[in-house]
Nanobody, 125 residues
């Protein structure tokens, strides 16, 4: 059974940047749509960004458009989420997930087969 492992979370001041990574152990991500999701304390989980298996199609939540960039390096079996101009409201546990279908559907319906355990991002002065 393979696992998704997120890394790169931490604490940062408003306006700062972080890059999250999502790697798979025991399997290849190349054939999967990958999504980043987040859940803030007391709130429901929401989709942040999703990317197709080829990387040719991406989707973003309106709240992160222009600030976050999702990308993937299939040779490294890793998907990234570059987060710039971070705001306190970006504070959450960030999860990556893998599934089939389209990136649009994954983000719209949070439809995934595998989930990581999450990495905490805290944006605070």
């Amino acid at each position: 059974q393979w696992q998704l492992v997120e890394s790169g979370g931490g604490s940062v001041q408003p306006g700062g940047s972080l890059r999250l990574s999502c790697a798979a152990s025991g399997a290849t991500l190349n054939y999967y749509v990958i999504g980043w999701f987040r859940q803030a304390p007391g709130k429901e989980r929401e989709a942040v960004s999703c990317i197709s298996s080829s990387g040719g199609s991406t989707n973003y939540a309106d709240s992160v458009k222009g600030r976050f960039t999702i990308s993937r390096d299939n040779a490294k079996n890793t998907v990234y989420l570059q987060m710039n101009s971070l705001k306190p409201e970006d504070t959450a546990v960030y999860y990556c997930a893998a599934g089939l279908g389209t990136s649009q559907a994954m983000c719209a319906y949070q439809r995934a087969n595998y989930w990581g355990k999450g990495t905490l991002v805290t944006v605070s002065s």
